[in-house]
């Protein structure tokens, strides 16, 4: 069965640093890219990063470019998500999700990070 | 990185089909048949129902199905069921400098 967990989210202050983690299994990790998506509460799904199986290209929306760092341990099967300088409009629901010719056909459970003083 | 455009609300009775658009560009939704589509209940995760256009995943019920026009990608949901009520949301492929998009949802009532 496939399964992705995430972690790592909680309450941080602007200006701010926080890591999130994505432990994959039911699956050969290695084989795929894998994205994170947020959803700020009450908004719809936001593509944030997204990073092929060998980590050899890496994407970024436009509103985290800069600011958040996506790196993968396939070795570990494990996703990561290492953001800095965080905006109060960065308070999202995180989301890790498998892709393949569409965004997510596997999606984690979601860690909430909220960023406020 | 412009979201795909989405109706905010669309709403049935029992029984009957809605159609929910999902309009992009020729770098998007036009250019690809990489079009899925998400049922997502309230505090849960996205759920796959529709990708590459047209094909349903392995346990998504055939009241669901897809199809693409132009730029436009729509959702079907035939013989609504209160269990259809939720927001759906569609995405693509683009060849813009960012591999994904998503609409900006549809939020699903059924009278």
Same mark, same amino acid.
């Given at each position: 069965e496939v399964q992705l967990v995430e972690s790592g989210g909680g309450l941080v202050k602007p200006g701010? /640093?926080?890591?999130?983690?994505?432990?994959?299994?039911? +699956?050969? +990790?290695?084989?795929?890219?894998?994205?994170?998506?947020?959803?700020?509460?009450?908004?719809?799904?936001?593509?944030?990063?997204?990073?092929?199986?060998? /980590?050899?290209?890496?994407?970024?929306?436009?509103?985290? =470019?800069?600011?958040?760092?996506? /790196?993968?341990?396939?070795? =570990?099967?494990?996703?990561?998500?290492?953001?800095?300088?965080?905006?109060?409009?960065?308070?999202?629901?995180?989301?890790?999700?498998?892709?393949?010719?569409?965004?997510?056909?596997?999606?984690?459970?979601? %860690?909430?990070? %909220?960023?406020?003083? | 990185q412009s979201a795909l455009t989405q109706p905010a609300s669309v709403s049935g009775s029992p029984g009957q089909s809605i159609t929910i658009s999902c309009t992009g560009t020729s770098s998007d939704v036009g250019g690809y048949n990489y079009v899925s589509w998400y049922q997502q209940h309230p505090g849960k995760a996205p759920k796959l129902m529709i990708y590459d256009v047209s094909n349903r995943p392995s346990g998504v019920s055939n009241r669901f199905s897809g199809s693409k026009s132009g730029n436009t990608a729509s959702l079907t949901i035939s013989g609504l069921q209160a269990e259809d009520v939720a927001d759906y949301y569609c995405s693509s492929y683009t060849s813009s400098s960012t591999p994904w998009v998503f609409g900006g949802g549809t939020k699903l009532t059924v009278l």
């Open positions: 701010g /640093s926080l890591r999130l983690s994505c432990v994959a299994s039911g +699956f050969t +990790f290695s084989n795929y890219s894998m994205n994170w998506v947020r959803q700020a509460p009450g908004k719809g799904l936001e593509w944030v990063s997204s990073i092929t199986s060998s /980590s050899t290209y890496i994407y970024y929306a436009d509103s985290v =470019k800069g600011r958040f760092t996506i /790196s993968r341990d396939n070795a =570990k099967n494990s996703l990561s998500l290492e953001m800095d300088s965080l905006r109060a409009e960065d308070t999202a629901v995180y989301f890790c999700a498998r892709s393949r010719t569409y965004l997510g056909d596997y999606w984690g459970q979601g %860690t909430l990070v %909220t960023v406020s003083s | -």
